[in-house]
């Protein structure tokens, strides 16, 4: 069973950085896509930040030039730095592991962004 474990999440003043990391329970394969997504109280889950095979990033517009997601595969473990933070960032944050048709989720950690 393969499992993912988040942690990071917080209460920020706007302006403010956060960090989150997600550790998955096994090897992270050359195949895999690793990921960001959240979800606002409301609204939809939205894809944040992806690390593709071949290693290429992608980012959702409202974020670009202050978030960056990035790995350290001898950690099985996968970032995502968030600066610059707005309150609408506000959501919860769930780390997604793609590995060819499956999709792993982490348990959720709560991003909160004062203003």
């Known amino acids: 069973q393969v499992q993912l474990v988040e942690s990071g999440g917080g209460l920020v003043q706007a302006g403010g950085s956060l960090r989150l990391s997600c550790a998955v329970s096994?090897?992270?394969?050359?195949?895999?896509?690793m990921a960001w997504y959240r979800q606002a109280p409301g609204k939809q889950r939205e894809l944040v930040a992806a690390i593709i095979p071949g290693g290429s990033t992608n980012y959702v517009d409202s974020v670009k030039g202050r978030f960056t997601i990035s790995r350290d595969n001898p950690k099985n473990t996968w970032y995502l730095q968030m600066n610059s933070l707005k309150p609408e960032d506000t959501a919860v944050y769930y780390c997604n592991l793609k590995s060819l048709t499956v999709n792993y989720w982490g348990q959720g950690t709560q991003v909160t962004v004062s203003s």
């Open positions: 096994r090897s992270i394969f050359r195949l895999d896509t």
